[in-house]
């Protein structure tokens, strides 16, 4: 079972940037696709992207195409979400997530993942 553990968070203005980061551990990272997921105040927990198990595609939610951009480093077991002009509504605790199952041949969809890590909280002022 993979232990992750989300950090980069933190509060910036609108049209700023962030990077988020996960790290994996206590399985096969390399295995498995990986998402990153959102919630916000009294909003139900949605996708926002997601990225295969070899790194070669990837998924994003509408609201995020052209700014944010995941990626992962299989060598240091972590997955990345950088965030670049945030808008206010981007604002939320931000979740990575690891698919259920290893070598899926496919970037894992909403109902695939497990393993949440703890969240990390971004704040955009505007």
């Known amino acids: 079972q993979v232990q992750l553990v989300e950090s980069g968070g933190g509060l910036v203005q609108a049209g700023g940037s962030l990077r988020l980061s996960c790290a994996a551990s206590?399985?096969?990272?390399?295995?498995?696709?990986m998402g990153w997921f959102r919630q916000a105040p009294g909003k139900e927990r949605e996708f926002v992207a997601a990225?295969?198990?070899?790194?070669?595609?990837?998924d994003y939610t509408d609201s995020v195409k052209g700014r944010f951009t995941i990626s992962r480093d299989n060598g240091k077991n972590t997955v990345s979400l950088e965030m670049n002009s945030l808008l206010p509504e981007d604002t939320a605790v931000y979740y990575c997530?690891?698919?259920?199952?290893?070598?899926?041949?496919?970037?894992?969809?909403?109902?695939?993942?497990?393993?949440w890590g703890q969240g990390t909280q971004v704040t955009v002022s505007s």
């Open positions: 206590g399985g096969a990272f390399s295995m498995y696709g």
């Open positions: 997530a690891a698919d259920i199952y290893p070598y899926r041949p496919r970037v894992p969809t909403r109902g695939d993942f497990r393993s």
């Open positions: 990225i295969s198990w070899s790194g070669g595609s990837t």
